[in-house]
């Protein structure tokens, strides 16, 4: 850390988002108190209510001053009134590639099986992380219209993958294995069968980097077959690594095995520059205003923020805190039906840590 400490981005969004950013935040306060380390927050309003009113998004000045930041903190994006797509593309996708934040990383990660919809699965069956490149696939944009509107249109939308960006993926996934030292297994889970150029290309670079991590066991697996063991058995899982699309898909169903988009975080990393760390739920706006919102995935976010930064002590206590809050706690992970407010279980961390 920097003597001046970390110099940390908040964009709190839309809906709920500064509502359970606002509880993050006040977690980071008190660990920083408690673990001695310094930091300052600025806000930028990156929003839909912004661009409703000024119909601006991120430009790329806005780019060159939040590279001068240590770490970007997000609560969400997404207005109501504003047409699907707008602000994600604008907002989202757009700090993604401009910071070249090019993994997704998702710890999928059970605290108590009373808020686990699968039938006699336990803690320590679900506790897995998913590895998903963040800036190639299908989410590149690419593609074209031939005849919009006419009876013969034709929409191709292309898969973009180079082996830069596939190899920096899996090597960031091999070493991430490696470091979190659990069953040291990494799963490629991709379509082989019918995907045959692009994972072509994820495979044969799969296998070549295997032989540089001969520690790491490795198998593969059909994104429909993962789906299926999620259910089944989330127990085989350690850590997997499959590219944007599928990774976008096989996230949200870990959410709801982990117990709900209330307690879902993740970050969006650059290994060697700025990094987003963000609540997976959404700006939720039926919710906004309510004060009923689960503020966890916002406050877990933080931990994963702390540990990228290198505070792991602050990081550990954090997720420790949360996971006993969720066990003695809460009712529920479920908006509304915690038995707390959203303020009440920020307070509820703040005091146990």
């Avoid at 993050?24 to 108190?33: H, P």
């Avoid at 790491?216 to 999620?230: E, G, K, L, N, S």
């Avoid at 096989?250 to 700025?274: E, F, H, K, S, W």
Wanted: charged share 25%.
């Amino acid at each position: 850390m920097a003597s001046e400490g970390y110099k940390i981005a908040v964009i709190p969004g839309d809906g709920t988002g500064p509502e359970v950013v606002r509880e993050g935040l006040k977690v980071l306060q008190a660990a920083a108190k408690k673990f001695g380390f310094k930091y300052e927050a600025k806000e930028f309003d990156f929003s839909g209510a912004r661009y409703l009113k000024t119909g601006k998004l991120v430009d790329d000045q806005d780019v060159a001053e939040l590279k001068k930041y240590s770490a970007i903190y997000l609560g969400a994006v997404g207005d109501p009134q504003v047409k699907p797509g707008i602000i994600e593309t604008g907002v989202l996708l757009k700090l993604r590639f401009a910071l070249d934040q090019y993994i997704n990383l998702r710890p999928v990660k059970l605290y108590d099986e009373r808020f686990c919809p699968l039938k006699d699965k336990k803690p320590q069956d679900i506790d897995f992380v998913v590895v998903r490149e963040n800036s190639e696939g299908l989410y590149k944009g690419m593609g074209e219209f031939k005849d919009k509107g006419a009876k013969n249109e034709v929409a191709t939308q292309i898969s973009y993958n180079t082996r830069k960006g596939v190899e920096r993926c899996l090597r960031y996934a091999f070493e991430y294995t490696r470091q979190r030292n659990k069953r040291k297994k990494l799963t490629l889970c991709g379509k082989t069968n019918v995907l045959t150029y692009a994972w072509d290309l994820w495979e044969r670079s799969f296998k070549e980097l295997a032989k540089e991590f001969t520690d790491i066991t490795t198998d593969y697996a059909h994104v429909d077959a993962t789906t299926m063991w999620f259910v089944k058995n989330p127990e085989w899982f350690d850590v997997i690594v499959t590219d944007n699309m599928f990774g976008d898909i096989i996230t949200d169903l870990g959410a709801m095995i982990q117990g709900g988009m209330g307690i879902a975080a993740g970050g969006n990393i650059n290994p060697q520059g700025v990094s987003m760390f963000e609540p997976i739920g959404g700006s939720a706006p039926k919710y906004t205003g309510q004060n009923v919102i689960n503020p966890m995935a916002a406050i877990c976010a933080v931990a994963m923020m702390l540990e990228n930064l290198g505070e792991v002590k602050a990081a550990q206590a954090i997720e420790n805190t949360v996971i006993k809050i969720v066990r003695e706690k809460l009712n529920s992970l479920a908006a509304g039906k915690m038995g707390y407010s959203t303020t009440q279980v920020g307070d509820l961390v703040v005091e146990n840590l």
